[in-house]
């Protein structure tokens, strides 16, 4: 399972990273073999009202299945990765048990 990251260096980049690698792979454990990649973005939204909440943007490409993405958005860095980890990981069982790989979408018959 190939993950990426691009993750704000004043925010404790290598934690952050570390945490959500471990989450991921905790997650998608049983479901390696199918990830192609994971490209995982945290930052700071850098709001004009003076709030200081981070984002999450994971990337997720199954093999077979189109790219999907997860944005989740919080108060908390690593509260913010497990909720996005937690959706990525609802999102790939969804995809792999309802047989969006095999090429039947919504209009072929």
Avoid: W
Wanted: net charge positive; aromatic share 4%.
């Amino acid at each position: 399972m190939d993950i990426r990251f691009h993750i704000d260096a004043s925010r404790g980049a290598a934690a952050l990273a570390e945490h959500a690698r471990r989450r991921l792979h905790l997650r998608l454990l049983h479901r390696s073999d199918r990830v192609a990649y994971i490209a995982v973005k945290v930052g700071d939204t850098r709001s004009r009202r003076g709030h200081r909440d981070t984002y999450c943007a994971m990337r997720v490409e199954l093999n077979g299945v189109p790219p999907a993405r997860v944005v989740d958005v919080g108060t908390d860095a690593y509260g913010t990765i497990d909720r996005a980890v937690d959706r990525v990981g609802r999102l790939v069982e969804t995809q792999l048990t309802t047989g969006a790989g095999d090429g039947a979408g919504p209009g072929d018959a």
